[in-house]
């Protein structure tokens, strides 16, 4: 949901499209620099949200931010521009930071890891006793953009000294173009035991529910609304009902305009439509 007019106006929007969680960035997500929250944006983000039927608000960290850049200057600029982002989650009461991992840049995938878990260890180090958790989300692959095999995204907390503090924050659109197919029931199977494995399901934070414009294991980030992509309604249908994902957070990352409200609902409706025939 936008935050123009104030961060507190997210929560406004979410309420009246019929939201449980919403996803906000804490500030322009292609900007380095933004004011501190004034005391009162603060009190009426959260009197805002204690307003609504809003369960969950999560929040999406910059795309300017790369935690793995090669490059020593863009790099702990990140790490600034991240702990910033993790200070104001801090500050709204906000429980999971989404972060992209970050691109190895040219370094390879090895020195990509290593960087990203130094730049999450400094984060770590300077937001010690935050509540805010740092959820990593999965990626599709594109160009040097690490953490698009569970296998790699493990690797990535492993190497992180607090790591029981990060979470995992699972894409459908950056699932199917990595090559998890989720169309199929043994392909769904087989993309969760392989994430259990690697991760473990108990890690799991949030989830962004987006369709895809491209084929499987493309390796392009490019999302589209549900049921009109590549993935379409079945996989969605899956994680709906899943049970082992009960109560965690899903988010549209797609605004179809004035049809939101209308979709929000047709999910919702989905949801107790399969859990009323078990």
């Given at each position: 949901m936008s935050i123009a007019g104030g961060v507190s106006e997210a929560i406004v929007r979410g309420r009246d499209t019929g939201c449980e969680c919403v996803q906000i960035f804490t500030k322009s997500s292609r900007q380095w620099a933004a004011k501190p929250y004034a005391k009162e944006e603060v009190q009426a983000f959260k009197k805002a949200l204690?307003?609504?039927?809003?369960?969950?608000?999560?929040?999406?960290?910059?795309?300017?931010?790369?935690?793995?850049?090669?490059?020593?200057k863009l790099r702990k600029r990140s790490v600034e521009g991240f702990i910033d982002e993790l200070e104001r989650c801090e500050l709204l009461g906000v429980p999971?930071?989404?972060?992209?991992?970050?691109?190895?840049?040219?370094?390879?995938?090895?020195?990509?890891?290593?960087?990203?878990?130094?730049?999450?260890?400094?984060?770590?180090?300077?937001?010690?006793?935050?509540?805010?958790?740092?959820?990593?989300?999965?990626?599709?692959?594109q160009g040097s953009n690490l953490g698009y095999k569970f296998?790699?995204?493990?690797?990535?907390?492993?190497?992180?000294?607090?790591?029981?503090?990060?979470?995992?924050?699972?894409?459908?659109?950056?699932?199917?173009?990595?090559?998890?197919?989720?169309?199929?029931?043994?392909?769904?199977?087989?993309?969760?035991?392989?994430?259990?494995?690697?991760?473990?399901?108990?890690?799991?934070?949030?989830?962004?529910?987006?369709?895809?414009?491209?084929?499987?294991?493309?390796?392009?980030?490019?999302?589209?609304?549900?049921?009109?992509?590549?993935?379409?309604?079945?996989?969605?249908r899956r994680l709906l009902n899943d049970p082992r994902l009960a109560g965690l957070p899903m988010c549209l990352e797609t605004d179809p305009g004035p049809e939101m409200k209308e979709i929000v609902a047709d999910l919702r409706q989905l949801h107790k439509?399969?859990?009323?025939?078990d």
């Open positions: 204690a307003d609504s039927r809003i369960r969950m608000v999560v929040a999406h960290d910059s795309y300017l931010l790369n935690l793995g850049a090669p490059d020593e999971f930071l989404i972060a992209h991992p970050g691109s190895h840049v040219g370094s390879g995938e090895e020195a990509g890891i290593k960087t990203i878990a130094h730049s999450i260890d400094e984060a770590h180090k300077a937001c010690a006793g935050f509540k805010t958790r740092v959820a990593l989300e999965i990626t599709a692959g296998e790699q995204m493990g690797a990535i907390f492993d190497a992180v000294k607090e790591n029981g503090r990060l979470r995992l924050c699972f894409d459908t659109e950056h699932a199917f173009a990595a090559g998890y197919d989720l169309r199929t029931d043994e392909g769904y199977e087989r993309t969760f035991a392989e994430l259990d494995q690697y991760i473990g399901l108990e890690r799991l934070a949030a989830f962004h529910l987006n369709d895809s414009l491209k084929p499987l294991n493309s390796r392009v980030d490019r999302h589209e609304h549900i049921g009109k992509g590549h993935l379409g309604l079945e996989a969605f439509l399969l859990n009323s025939s």
